[in-house]
């Protein structure tokens, strides 16, 4: 069932596996869904370890906050993701450490920068874009990741971590752990 309260639990659940896994640290990590047309975002200064349903914030397509705490600061990110597919309908951004640590190598092809060293990666994500750095929230960075968008089908925000998303957030989740294992496997293999 894709109630409400499911697909909280869901987002619920996978932040906090994240969060344990060590690929969500603090409070720098966000993720959102989509349900009945609006955005359900976690809070600004929310802690992937420990949310709860009072840790969401609910938001307009358009972006006008609803219900719930204050949204975080990269929603316009989100809400980007969203403008570029309507099969998009959940976006999960963490600062992992390989995909974070990859982005700091040059890159020649900035619309597939991960190599496919096994078939997981281009079967469940797809390509992976580079994001040009710029500030955290910032409106900057907002407009390289709206002109990277249509380009690839996930993301890497340069010397800050990844962006993925998907039709559902377990498939999400599932891309994001494809992406940072994929780019562990190619890190070791270019530096071994």
């Known amino acids: 069932m894709n109630t409400l309260e499911q697909k909280m639990n869901d987002a619920i659940w996978i932040a906090k596996e994240l969060f344990d896994r060590g690929k969500a640290t603090g409070s720098s990590a966000n993720l959102s869904f989509l349900h009945d047309g609006h955005i359900y975002i976690t809070g600004s200064g929310t802690c992937f370890g420990n949310l709860t349903t009072e840790s969401f914030s609910e ?3 358009q972006g006008q906050h609803l ?12 809400k980007l993701y969203y403008e570029k597919s ?14 974070t640590i990859f982005s700091f190598l040059d890159h020649p092809d900035k619309t597939d920068i991960v190599p496919d ?7 469940k994500v ?8 710029a ?3 910032s409106n900057e960075l907002f407009g390289y990741f709206e002109k990277a968008a249509p380009f ?7 010397h800050h971590g990844p962006v993925v998303g998907g039709t ?19 890190w070791t293999f270019q530096h071994t």
């Open 86 to 99: 309507e099969e998009i309908q959940a976006v999960i951004h963490v600062h992992s450490f390989y995909a």
């Open 152 to 158: 690839s089908d996930a993301f890497i925000l340069a």
């Open 117 to 123: 060293y096994t078939p997981y990666l281009k079967m």
């Open 168 to 186: 559902s957030l377990m498939e999400t989740f599932f891309g994001l752990e494809e992406l940072e294992e994929s780019c562990k496997i190619a």
């Open 135 to 137: 500030k955290p929230g």
């Open 59 to 61: 938001v307009s397509f």
């Open 126 to 133: 797809g390509t992976i874009g580079l994001v040009p750095y």
């Open 67 to 78: 219900a719930g705490i204050k949204p975080s600061k990269e929603l316009p990110l989100h």
